[in-house]
């Protein structure tokens, strides 16, 4: 479903037709005829809540189109992704971010200010980040179809309920979480926030729209919030107030108070998972085994797989045999609540055997740090 865009080509679709849709495309391409369809509107319930997630979804062969893009302008930008972003770049992510902190925390930067950013892709000025971005591409011939790109429309709502169109308010601004271009154009916007922190001597660790500032002292943390909150002011963006109930802006001690950081829990040398983080993983465990998915047996246990294989080698350095361990009895049982419902019952009491002969992975088995830690350091 979430595949496919206003056009109602999934991928599958899409990638029978592979070398006709490509010769397509590109022949409308040279011919400067190529023309973006509107976005389709999808909503998608959060894990673990009732919320609902607006989504803007490209058709497949925009997708493609985008992505090309992408790949053919991404060099005159390497110079704005600076050593302290790291997000959507090749070579960083999380654990780039991880052991940077761990560095500047060794080095005796034991104060920090953290948030993240209010709204950041809906809250982005279009017109003043494609005159910017526009004035960076050296292939000039590009910036039509481009600026195509800039201004994809949402398909009429009209037809849709009241509560759907809702979701979708001011959806015309700002640039679409999880479109394509998105992360390049995300990184390029807060070049000049993040030049300036580092100008100004600031150690900063920037996720997307995440960031944390490690410092010495207590009154430098101070600092960094007060040089952070006017340059993103000059950026029309903005982050929450230290002193509200429930801010997500914050001045701690790394020492006492630890740091939760992308969803990960420092505690001195030690981390892992939040509990809010594996709660959200127990959820997509038991998204995917529900039995009114429509999916057969054999693509939900692969689903079931990919999830689990994904999931636990990003924490698998991580000191987290206790929650692995946990885990997986959780699985086991999640699994064998689902065949029961499709009518199979598993026979003996070996179920890791089971989960092996269904070949479900352990999450234990690709633990790294095999020291123990006390459960109740999963914390929030």
């Not at 279009?126 to 481009?146: A, N, T, V, Y």
């Amino acid at each position: 479903m979430r595949s496919k865009g206003l056009d109602n080509v999934t991928i599958k679709a899409f990638k029978t037709r592979l070398d006709e849709n490509l010769s397509e495309i590109s022949e409308q391409l040279r011919s400067n005829s190529y023309r973006f369809n509107k976005l389709r509107a999808h909503a998608v319930t959060k894990p673990g809540s009732t919320k609902q997630r607006p989504l803007q979804i490209a058709s497949v062969r925009d997708r493609v189109v985008m992505k090309a893009i992408s790949l053919f302008i991404e060099p005159s930008f390497y110079r704005f992704n600076l050593d302290c972003s790291c997000a959507f770049i090749k070579g960083r992510g999380v654990n780039y971010a991880i052991k940077r902190i761990q560095e500047l925390v060794a080095n005796g930067n034991k104060f920090y200010f953290e948030a993240d950013i209010l709204d950041f892709f809906g809250s982005i000025d279009k017109g003043d980040l494609w005159k910017s971005f526009s004035r960076e591409i050296r292939q000039k011939s590009i910036l039509p179809l481009l600026h195509q790109c800039f201004n994809l429309e949402l398909e009429d709502l009209q037809s849709h309920a009241t509560e759907f169109q809702e979701l979708f308010f001011g959806a015309d601004s700002g640039i679409p979480q999880g479109g394509v271009l998105s992360p390049m154009l995300a990184n390029f916007y807060l070049y000049e926030f993040d030049r300036r922190m580092l100008q100004r001597g600031f150690n900063i660790v920037r996720y997307a729209d995440d960031f944390v500032v490690m410092c010495t002292t207590e009154a430098q943390a101070r600092q960094a919030h007060q040089l952070g909150r006017e340059t993103l002011r000059t950026l029309n963006l903005g982050i929450h107030p230290l002193d509200a109930p429930e801010s997500k802006s914050k001045i701690g001690n790394f020492s006492k108070d630890g740091l939760m950081f992308l969803g990960i829990r420092f505690e001195g040398q030690t981390i892992y998972p939040a509990s809010k983080v594996v709660k959200r993983f127990k959820d997509k465990v038991e998204e995917v085994l529900k039995t009114n998915s429509g999916d057969s047996l054999f693509k939900t246990l692969q689903r079931l797989t990919n999830l689990i294989n994904g999931w636990g080698k990003c924490y698998k350095t991580m000191r987290v045999l206790n929650e692995y361990q946990k885990l997986d009895e959780f699985i086991k049982a999640s699994v064998e609540t689902y065949l029961r419902s499709v009518g199979i019952q598993l026979s003996g009491k070996n179920k890791r055997k089971h989960m092996k002969l269904l070949g479900i992975p352990s999450l234990a088995a690709m633990v790294e740090h095999t020291n123990k830690l006390p459960s109740r350091q999963i914390v929030t």
